[in-house]
T-cell receptor
Framework: GNSVTQMEGPVTLSEEAFLTINCTYT??????LFWYVQYPGEGLQLLLK?????DKGSNKGFEATYRKETTSFHLEKGSVQVSDSAVYFC????????????FGKGTRLHILP | KAGVTQTPRYLIKTRGQQVTLSCSPI?????VSWYQQTPGQGLQFLFE???????NKGNFPGRFSGRQFSNSRSEMNVSTLELGDSALYLC??????????????FGEGSRLTVL
């Protein structure tokens, strides 16, 4: 079945450091890929998405490129801020198969001032 | 515009009891999905309702059930609670379900503790 694997956390970085959170997926169809973010005490919110191979999603300085050849959708940001501290979830939706949105287990990010 | 509202936010139950959680989606949204979030398993899909019909179901036992009303509000019920049911239960709404844009709008969750 479909699945999402993302790097385990927590990830701790200093402010202004470069961030990469790895995400790979397994899907039998043609999935759309997403990154969601969960700030402390809140529900998840969509950060960015990509619907086909080679698409790049971007928002708030974060970027991720849909790589079909490596089945990956790594999240990157050039210079993180303390306010980026949160849990980040990679997810996929397979519109051909069953449309459920499947989430990875989440990566907790701590940014130190 | 009001976001997704879940009630209650926190509750404590004992093993064997049952619980009902409520979710009011964003106005105009017809799809409601439920997820269970635990530290060990992450986010696991429970079910999705669209226009009062269950459209998708995850791999949870029959103790977990849900329904959706004509105003799109949804409830989920867990019967015969077990310790392992302790989790944050998240509700998410979307305009036309995950078959459209795939974007879900989440509530803050209902945190259930089973003693």
């Amino acid at each position: 079945g479909n699945s999402v694997t993302q790097m385990e956390g927590p990830v701790t970085l200093s402010e202004e450091a470069f961030l990469t959170i790895n995400c790979t997926y397994t899907a039998t169809g043609y999935p759309s890929l997403f990154w969601y973010v969960q700030y402390p005490g809140e529900g998840l919110q969509l950060l960015l998405k990509a619907t086909k191979a080679d698409d790049k999603g971007s928002n708030k300085g974060f970027e991720a490129t849909y790589r079909k050849e490596t089945t990956s959708f790594h999240l990157e940001k050039g210079s993180v801020q303390v306010s980026d501290s949160a849990v980040y979830f990679c997810a996929l939706s397979d519109r051909v198969r069953d449309d459920k949105i499947i989430f990875g287990k989440g990566t907790r990010l701590h940014i130190l001032p | 515009k009001a976001g997704v509202t879940q009630t209650p936010r926190y509750l404590i139950k004992t093993r064997g009891q049952q619980v009902t959680l409520s979710c009011s989606p964003i106005s105009g949204h017809r799809s409601v999905s439920w997820y269970q979030q635990t530290p060990g398993q992450g986010l696991q899909f429970l079910f999705e309702y669209f226009s009062e019909t269950q459209r998708n179901k995850g791999n949870f036992p029959g103790r977990f059930s849900g329904r959706q009303f004509s105003n799109s509000r949804s409830e989920m019920n867990v019967s015969t609670l077990e310790l392992g049911d302790s989790a944050l239960y998240l509700c998410a709404s979307s305009l036309a379900g995950t078959r459209s844009t795939g974007e879900l709008f989440f509530g803050e969750g209902s945190r259930l503790t089973v003693l």
